[in-house]
């Protein structure tokens, strides 16, 4: 009888283990993984000085957890070359690339990263406002095949848009073309496309070679079943 009693902990112990995921939310609004979300809303303070004014990008960005946690491993890294802060609960660190350890979570509340750029410098003019693109992942502890990572882009409305079109990374199973996303898998397969503002535009069951079509922009995409990729395209 005890032997089962420790085998029925053990089968427990392993469940919790294997159940365990992270998520990212930005304005309440979950992520896909591997998403690229754009963020325009920014705050401008021209109290001081109308021409160089604060600037404060804050796409309130929150990591969820379904179990609750003290090793959560939380890494932000500005691809564009700006400081940018994150707390995650703990001290405040500024940096081109931030590294919290330790980070706590509790299942199913939500943390708010405190991820953010900010400029009090006056030396940014109101009309060369930054574009911010920050490459944000999370794990338990060191354990990769726990990570999530998202991608944001900060900036004005124009210049997200154009700086996602120049990130575009195409897979071989989806590519753009004229008036849609053409496809070509070799198993059933469930392709979903995504606005810039991470709303899901179209989400369709896949297989062989076709067109799904939507109108020009660029979208976010994952592909999953026989074949599994992510990307964007940019339908002209």
Do not use: W
């Not at 009693?5 to 995921?21: K, N, P, V």
């Not at 502890?141 to 154009?162: F, L, Q, R, Y």
């Amino acid at each position: 009888m005890k032997k089962i009693y420790i085998l029925a902990a053990c089968a427990m112990i392993a469940g919790t283990m294997s159940a365990r995921q992270l998520t990212f939310e930005m304005g309440g609004v979950t992520l896909e993984p591997g998403q690229t979300k754009g963020f325009t809303d920014i705050e401008i303070d021209t109290t001081i000085d109308p021409e160089y004014p604060d600037i404060t990008m804050d796409p309130h960005l929150s990591l969820l957890s379904d179990v609750t946690s003290e090793d959560v491993t939380l890494t932000a890294t500005c691809t564009s070359g700006q400081k940018i802060q994150v707390c995650a609960g703990g001290e405040c660190e500024s940096n081109t690339t931030v590294t919290k350890t330790n980070v706590k979570v509790t299942a199913g509340e939500a943390l708010e990263t405190q991820f953010e750029f900010k400029d009090v410098t006056g030396k940014i003019a109101i009309d060369e406002i930054p574009v911010v693109v920050t490459e944000i992942s999370a794990m338990y502890g060191t354990d990769a095949s726990t990570e999530v990572k998202c991608v944001i882009v900060m900036g004005t409305k124009d210049d997200v848009n154009a700086a996602s079109i120049t990130m575009i990374k195409e897979d071989d199973s989806l590519r753009a073309v004229a008036g849609g996303v053409a496809y070509n898998v070799y198993g059933k397969s469930s392709v979903a496309l995504y606005d810039l503002n991470g709303r899901k535009v179209i989400e369709t069951t896949v297989n062989g070679e076709g067109v799904i079509n939507v109108p020009s922009g660029v979208y976010a995409f994952t592909v999953n079943g026989a074949v599994k990729a992510q990307g964007k395209v940019y339908v002209k």
